[in-house]
Structures are given as C-alpha cells and as structure tokens.
Nanobody
C-alpha cells in the first residue's frame, strides 16, 4: 500500500499562484506515472499534469504555459506550480501515483480561485 499526502491548496485571487505538493510513502524513482488530476463540481475528474516513464510530462491543454510539474526523487515528492490561476481552475486536486498496475490516490486538496 502506498500513501499519498497532498498539501498546498487554498483560496487565491484570479491571476495568483499556488504550489501543490504530493509526497509518496514509497520511492518514486522508478514509478510508472505520477501527477495531478482535478474534479470540479458536476464534472468528471480530468488529468491536469503528470510524469510518465522516461520522465515525460503530459499537460492538459487548458493549463499549458501556466502550470509546471516537477519532482524531487530524494523526497518522493511531486510538485505542481500553478500560475495565472483562473476561476475555472477551481476544483479538488488529487494526486495520483501508478506503481506497476496499481493505482493510488491522495485525499484531495481544494483549490478555489475567486475574487
């Protein structure tokens, strides 16, 4: 079993920034995939950004140029820097990690973008 602990959500004004962190209880050095999804009220959960094997990154089109995912293998942590936040970025953000064919999720952290 792998635990994922998220932090960094909160309330921010449009145009502001936040940084999310997700720390795994197991090494992420050879992880298959790790990153962030989000779910807004009444909508399906969607991929925001993630690393996949070979250190490739995927971003949702809606966040390209504004969000940046990074990792610190020594700390088993993935970060997501979110800049130029918009009200439509408001959602619960979930960390996801894939070890082999096993999928793990964090508890979610709320991000609210509002004036």
């Amino acid at each position: 079993q792998v635990q994922l602990v998220e932090s960094g959500g909160g309330l921010v004004q449009p145009g502001g920034s936040l940084r999310l962190s997700c720390t795994a209880s197991r090494s992420i050095f050879t992880i298959y995939a790790m990153g962030w999804y989000r779910q807004a009220p009444g909508k399906q959960r969607e991929l925001v950004a993630r690393f996949t094997s070979g250190d490739r990154t995927n971003y949702a089109d809606s966040v390209k140029g504004r969000f940046t995912i990074s990792r610190d293998n020594a700390k088993n942590t993935v970060y997501m820097q979110m800049n130029s936040l918009k009200p439509e970025d408001t959602a619960v953000y979930y960390c996801n990690a894939v070890y082999g064919d096993l999928d793990y999720w964090g508890q979610g952290t709320q991000v609210t973008v509002s004036s």
